[in-house]
């Protein structure tokens, strides 16, 4: 497996996505299947795994921490703190919205630490910015954390290009995650891409298979359970999700062209981007997971990569990528 850095941090150039074997997609997977994968992932050379407070709520940090145990000293642990949530409320109403003060930074930090069983953090990200929180109150709360050993590097989620450069003002960002993909861009558009390029920060994207679908498997909303997260999204709304199978199809094709599949060539469009660029693709089954790690060994020419582009260019995606209570809180 190549590597690549975010920022002081060296890691494998595809990291692994943890979120679904515990959150979101609906029922949570087989935990013993789960550290199968998580093991199988570290065998292949997957350095960076990345998880969340959230994601459970809770319930991912205690996975990953039990699998990773006997190869700590072997992989790059990521973990968010950012939201508010109430455990006693349905699934879908749980997220109540965020919270970045700076007693809850260390609070959740050393939540996390224990849940995950590790000494200290190696990359901590504000997982939302929270409105109510100046970004420099939120970051010096979380370079505390770096100073006390507790924490080594530090990164934001979803964060604006503004905000993005205030933060790193205060203390050195090492990553910054979004979602990016194929068929989602938004930080093309709105300056956060170039924004990482331009001060050294690594970038990592979330759903760079496009929850799924990039992936040619889906071919059907009604495989969904009924709590799957993905069906409170525009894109996956019956008419919209119809319409972007079509430009799945061409993906398809260019996928048996090529000779790998669907998901290798959009996972290779996305580490053609830049050699700051690491994505984390879910994957909660040992096939999935090989086959997303073998995307790292795809080569694409410059054609290739224009043609993949223009094929699934965001001006032909039916739906956007977030509720409007979701997309609020993105880009602050």
Request: overall charge negative; aromatic content about 6%.
């Amino acid at each position: 497996m190549k590597h690549r850095k975010l920022g002081t941090l060296d890691v494998s150039a595809l990291g692994l996505g943890c979120m679904g074997m515990s959150h979101a997609y609906g029922p949570a997977d087989d935990e013993t299947a789960a550290i199968k994968t998580l093991h199988r992932a570290v065998d292949l050379g997957v350095t960076l795994f990345d998880t969340a407070e959230v994601y459970g709520p809770y319930k991912n940090e205690v996975l990953v921490g039990k699998a990773l145990k006997p190869v700590r000293d072997k992989v790059v642990i990521a973990t968010k703190f950012g939201f508010s949530f109430d455990l006693s409320k349905p699934a879908a109403q749980m997220m109540t919205g965020t919270d970045s003060r700076p007693e809850n930074v260390k609070a959740v930090a050393e939540a996390s630490l224990k849940r995950l069983g590790i000494e200290v953090i190696d990359l901590f990200y504000q997982h939302r910015v929270d409105p109510a929180v100046p970004i420099e109150e939120t970051v010096g709360a979380m370079a505390e954390l770096v100073r006390e050993g507790k924490v080594k590097a530090l990164g934001l989620s979803e964060a604006g290009a503004e905000t993005i450069r205030r933060a790193h003002a205060v203390h050195p960002i090492a990553a910054l995650q979004s979602e990016y993909s194929l068929w989602t861009r938004d930080v093309e558009e709105n300056g956060v891409l170039q924004t990482c390029r331009d001060l050294g920060i690594g970038f990592v994207p979330f759903s760079p298979l496009g929850r799924g679908v990039l992936t040619g498997a889906l071919k059907k909303l009604d495989g969904l359970s009924a709590d799957d997260f993905r069906r409170s999204l525009p894109r996956f709304e019956a008419e919209n999700f119809d319409a972007n199978l079509a430009l799945v199809a061409a993906l398809e094709a260019m996928a048996t062209e090529k000779g790998v599949a669907p998901a290798q060539l959009a996972l290779a469009w996305v580490l053609a981007q830049g050699d700051f660029i690491v994505p984390i693709p879910g994957a909660s089954k040992v096939p999935h997971l090989e086959q997303n790690v073998a995307a790292a060994d795809v080569v694409l020419t410059a054609d290739e990569a224009a043609r993949l582009g223009d094929m699934l260019s965001p001006a032909k995606v039916s739906g956007g990528r977030y509720s409007q209570r979701m997309a609020s809180m993105a880009n602050r």
